[in-house]
C-alpha cells in the first residue's frame, strides 16, 4: 500500500550536504541568509549542518534554530552519542528541533566501522533511543540504502522505528539506482517493514547518474512523502536532487503526480541565484528551471512560436518562479518576427521594407557576434552608413597593422557608382584607411573629432565611431558600428564625407 497523503514535505540539506561539494564552503552569516530564504519560502526542513564537525557548524546550526520561524530545523550526527548531544545542543533553541542520525548499512560501509551485522543493529537501536530521548522528532538514515540488502535494510529499519525514529530516510549515497528500482524499494519498505506506516519515509538522491530527480519523484510516487534537496542541485560529487526540479515538477505535471507541496515557488530564482553567489557554483545555462537559457528562445521559429503563444515553447510561465518574463534574446538564428518585436520594444516603429534592410544588417552583425544585444540593435538603427543613394561608398577594406613597420590600408571605393583602388601607409592602421579615403576623394575638410567606443561588453562587441569634419566653418557628423573598429572608422569617415557632399550642394549658390 502505498501513503495515501498527498502533501510532500521538502526537506533541504544545501547548507549541510550542499556545502559538502569541494570549494562551496559559506560563510557564517551566508549560511543565516540562506537558511532565513528557505524558512520565507516554505521549506519544511532546514538541514542546517554537522554540529560536530566544526566549532563554526555548530554555532550556525544554533543561531539558525534561534532564528528560524516556520521550518524544523534539523542538525546531523553520527551513530554515537557525543554527536548526538552535540547536534541536539545546537537545535535546542529551534521552535522544532529535528535530529538526524545515520550510519553505513551496506556491505561496503558496514566494513569501515568494522561491526557484524548484529553489532550495527544494536548500535541503531541504542544511538536512535538515545537521541529520541533527547527531541521528538528523529530522523534515521541506512547511508547506502540502495546497496544494502533488502532483509537487512527492513530489519534495521524495523529496529530504527521501534527506537522512536519518526522519519526513515532512504539515502541513494552514491547515485547508482535508477527510477524504477527507486520506486520499487520504497513500495518493498512499506509493505515489508511493522510500524512503517507510522512514519514517514523520505529519499535522498544523488546525481552521479544524472538521475536524482527522477529517483526523487519515483519514491515518491512509491509513498515517500520527503524530498531530500539543495538548491540548484549543490552537494557532493555530481550533487543532490535539485529542490526547484522536484517543486516545480510536481506543479507543472500535477495531472499525473498529484502531490502538493508548500513552496512558495515565486522565491526558487532569487534564492537559485544567492546560493549560485554564495557558494561560488554557477549555475549552467541550460539547468532545468534556473539556468540563464530556461526560458529563453533565440531562434526565429521558436521565438515567432512564442510571440504568438507562450505556451507553444514553455510549458511554465517565468513568472512561476520569480523570473520578470520570457527573453528573446537576438542572435543569428533569430527571424523578422523577433527583430520586429524588439525595434517595437525599443521604440523603433519600422515599415515592411526598413524592416527588411534592418533585418539584412542584422543578419550580417549575428554572424560576427554570439549575442546581439539592445544596444547593438539601436546602433543599427542609427547607423548612419550604407544609403544606396550616397555617392562615396565603402566595397571593401584590407589593413596591415601592428610591428615596427608603418601600418597600410588597401581600401576599394565607389564614388557615384565608379570604382577605385589605392593602397597607403599611416601612423596606425585608421591613419592608413583615412590615407586611402583622402587618396580617392580630396578634400580640405578638416576632421575635428574621432571618437570610439564600445556599444555592449566582450571582444566581439560593436564599435560605434563617430566622426566631425569642419569644412569652411560648416560641421558635418558621421557615425557606423560594426565588430571591426577600422571598418567602422573608414564608414563613419565616410558618412560624414557623404553628409558633406549634400551640405555643399544644398548650400551652392543658384545656377552654380
Ligand atoms: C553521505 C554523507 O554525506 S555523510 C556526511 C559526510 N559529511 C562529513 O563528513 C562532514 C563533516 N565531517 C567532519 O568534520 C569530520 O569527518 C568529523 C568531525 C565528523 C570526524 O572527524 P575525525 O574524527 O577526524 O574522523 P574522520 O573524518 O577521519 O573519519 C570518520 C570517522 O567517523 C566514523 N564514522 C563515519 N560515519 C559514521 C557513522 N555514521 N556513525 C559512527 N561513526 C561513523 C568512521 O568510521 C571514522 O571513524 P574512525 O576515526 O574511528 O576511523
Ligand atoms: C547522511 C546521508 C543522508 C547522506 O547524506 C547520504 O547518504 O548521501
Known amino acids: 500500500m502505498t501513503n495515501p497523503s498527498d502533501h510532500v514535505l521538502i526537506f533541504d540539506t544545501t547548507l549541510r550536504d550542499g556545502e559538502q561539494s569541494p570549494g562551496a564552503t559559506m560563510t557564517h552569516d551566508e549560511k543565516l541568509e540562506i537558511a532565513e530564504m528557505l524558512d520565507e519560502m516554505g521549506v519544511d526542513i532546514i538541514e542546517a549542518g554537522f554540529p560536530i564537525a566544526s566549532e563554526g557548524d555548530f554555532a550556525a546550526v544554533s543561531e539558525i534554530a534561534e532564528r528560524s520561524q516556520n521550518s524544523v530545523i534539523c542538525g546531523l550526527s553520527r551513530a554515537n552519542f557525543k554527536d548526538i548531544d552535540r547536534c541536539a545542543e545546537a537545535v535546542r533553541k529551534a521552535a522544532k528541533p529535528r535530529i538526524h ?3 553505513g548499512t551496506s556491505p561496503l560501509h558496514r566494513a569501515i566501522p568494522d561491526l557484524t551485522m548484529d553489532e550495527m543493529a544494536d548500535l541503531i537501536h541504542e544511538t536512535v533511543s538515545h537521541a529520541r530521548n533527547l527531541v521528538d522528532d528523529v530522523q534515521w538514515s541506512p547511508m547506502d540504502a540502495t546497496r544494502t540488502e533488502h532483509d537487512y535494510l527492513c530489519r534495521v529499519i524495523e529496529i530504527a522505528i521501534k527506537a522512536g525514529a519518526t522519519t526513515i530516510n532512504i539515502p541513494d549515497t552514491v547515485g547508482y539506482t535508477a527510477p524504477r528500482e527507486s520506486a ?3 513500495r518493498m519498505l512499506i509493505e515489508r517493514v511493522p510500524g512503517a506506516d507510522e512514519i514517514v519515509f523520505a529519499t535522498h538522491c544523488h546525481n552521479d547518474l544524472g538521475m536524482a530527480t527522477a529517483n526523487a519523484l519515483a519514491a515518491v510516487e512509491a509513498g515517500a512523502r520527503q524530498i531530500e534537496c539543495t538548491i540548484n542541485g549543490l552537494g557532493e560529487r555530481a550533487g543532490n536532487t535539485a529542490l526547484e526540479e522536484v517543486v516545480m515538477a510536481l506543479k507543472v505535471r500535477n495531472d499525473i503526480m498529484p502531490f ?13 541565484r544567492r546560493v549560485a553567489q554564495v557558494s561560488g557554483f554557477a549555475v549552467q545555462y541550460n539547468k532545468a528551471i534556473v539556468g540563464k537559457n530556461a526560458f529563453a528562445h533565440e531562434s526565429g521559429i521558436h521565438q515567432d512560436g512564442m510571440l504568438k503563444n507562450p505556451e507553444n515553447f514553455e ?7 520569480g523570473l520578470a518574463g520570457t527573453s528573446l534574446p537576438l542572435g543569428k538564428h533569430s527571424g523578422r518576427a523577433a527583430l520586429k518585436a524588439k525595434l517595437n520594444d525599443l521604440g523603433f516603429d519600422v515599415g515592411d521594407n526598413q524592416l527588411k534592410d534592418v533585418f539584412v544588417r542584422f543578419k550580417e552583425l549575428a554572424d560576427t557576434k554570439k549575442e546581439v544585444f539592445d544596444e547593438d540593435i539601436v546602433a543599427l538603427m542609427t547607423d548612419g552608413t550604407d544609403d544606396a543613394n550616397d555617392q ?3 566595397k571593401s577594406l584590407r589593413v596591415i597593422a601592428g610591428g615596427e613597420e608603418k601600418n597600410t590600408a588597401d581600401l576599394t571605393m565607389t564614388v557615384n557608382g565608379v570604382e577605385h583602388k589605392v593602397t597607403s601607409e599611416g601612423d596606425g592602421p585608421v591613419d592608413a584607411a583615412f590615407n586611402c579615403v583622402k587618396m580617392i576623394f580630396p578634400h580640405e575638410a578638416r576632421l575635428q573629432l574621432y571618437q570610439v567606443h564600445a556599444v555592449t561588453e566582450g571582444t566581439d562587441a560593436q564599435a560605434t565611431v563617430s566622426v566631425r569634419m569642419e569644412e569652411n566653418g560648416k560641421i558635418v557628423t558621421g557615425q557606423s558600428s560594426h565588430t571591426d573598429t577600422i571598418l567602422a572608422s573608414v564608414r563613419a569617415y565616410v558618412n560624414a564625407l557623404n553628409n558633406l557632399i549634400t551640405r555643399r550642394e544644398k548650400t551652392k549658390p543658384e545656377g552654380v
Not at 502538493?260 to 537559485?272: F, G, H, R
Open 101 to 103: 542520525t545515520f550510519i
Open 184 to 186: 520499487d524499494l520504497i
Open 260 to 272: 502538493q507541496t508548500q513552496i512558495d515557488t515565486t522565491k526558487i530564482m532569487n534564492i537559485s
Open 315 to 321: 510549458i511554465m510561465r517565468p513568472e512561476d518562479i
Open 392 to 394: 562615396l561608398q565603402v
